[in-house]
């Protein structure tokens, strides 16, 4: 199964920094990335910039479409009463069968906010202690994941937040 995980990062540099440290990591067969997307939000900025790095066509995964629909449904949809709650509904639903419920998009929401940034990323396969190494003193903090609640402490505990 893939492991979703969303990275929040307390600059708005950190998902980018974190993003070359897992592309290296892959290169060196650590780890297996199968999507990812960068999320920025500079101090000051009404709307947080994305990176989308969709390897759909090189994978034949189909996590590269939702990058689009999940990032505008939490970023760029107006925080308005009825109209936020229901476009994190709408995601919700398509969300679910991967493993990402309608709390933890709400948790991303209200998590990522101006002068921070974060990394959405969807693995398989790797060595979490060694690509844990290189993510240590990065000051970021797992926001969502589909994992079991055994494999997120595990992570918690490779990854130092």
């Given at each position: 199964m893939a492991a979703f995980t969303v990275w929040k990062f307390e600059d708005p540099a950190?998902?980018?920094h974190a993003a070359e440290k897992l592309r290296d990591s892959e290169r060196e067969q650590l780890i297996k990335i199968l999507d990812y997307a960068v999320v920025t939000w500079p101090e000051g900025a009404s709307k947080p910039?994305?990176?989308?790095?969709?390897?759909?066509?090189?994978r034949g995964t189909g996590w590269g479409a939702l990058w689009g629909v999940l990032l505008g449904a939490l970023?760029?949809?107006?925080?308005i009463g009825g109209v936020a709650g229901a476009a994190i509904g709408a995601i919700a639903k398509m969300t679910q069968d991967a493993g990402i419920s309608k709390d933890q998009l709400e948790t991303i929401r209200t998590q990522v906010t101006p002068g921070t940034s974060?990394?959405?990323?969807?693995?398989?396969?790797?060595?979490?202690?060694?690509?844990?190494?290189?993510?240590h003193h990065m000051n970021s903090k797992l926001i969502a994941t589909n994992l079991t609640d055994a494999?997120?402490?595990v992570m918690l505990e490779t990854f130092g937040s």
């Amino acid at each position: 199964m893939a492991a979703f995980t969303v990275w929040k990062f307390e600059d708005p540099a950190g998902a980018q920094h974190a993003a070359e440290k897992l592309r290296d990591s892959e290169r060196e067969q650590l780890i297996k990335i199968l999507d990812y997307a960068v999320v920025t939000w500079p101090e000051g900025a009404s709307k947080p910039e994305t990176d989308r790095h969709n390897e759909e066509v090189r994978r034949g995964t189909g996590w590269g479409a939702l990058w689009g629909v999940l990032l505008g449904a939490l970023f760029f949809v107006p925080v308005i009463g009825g109209v936020a709650g229901a476009a994190i509904g709408a995601i919700a639903k398509m969300t679910q069968d991967a493993g990402i419920s309608k709390d933890q998009l709400e948790t991303i929401r209200t998590q990522v906010t101006p002068g921070t940034s974060a990394l959405f990323v969807v693995t398989e396969e790797g060595d979490l202690d060694r690509v844990g190494e290189r993510f240590h003193h990065m000051n970021s903090k797992l926001i969502a994941t589909n994992l079991t609640d055994a494999e997120r402490r595990v992570m918690l505990e490779t990854f130092g937040s």
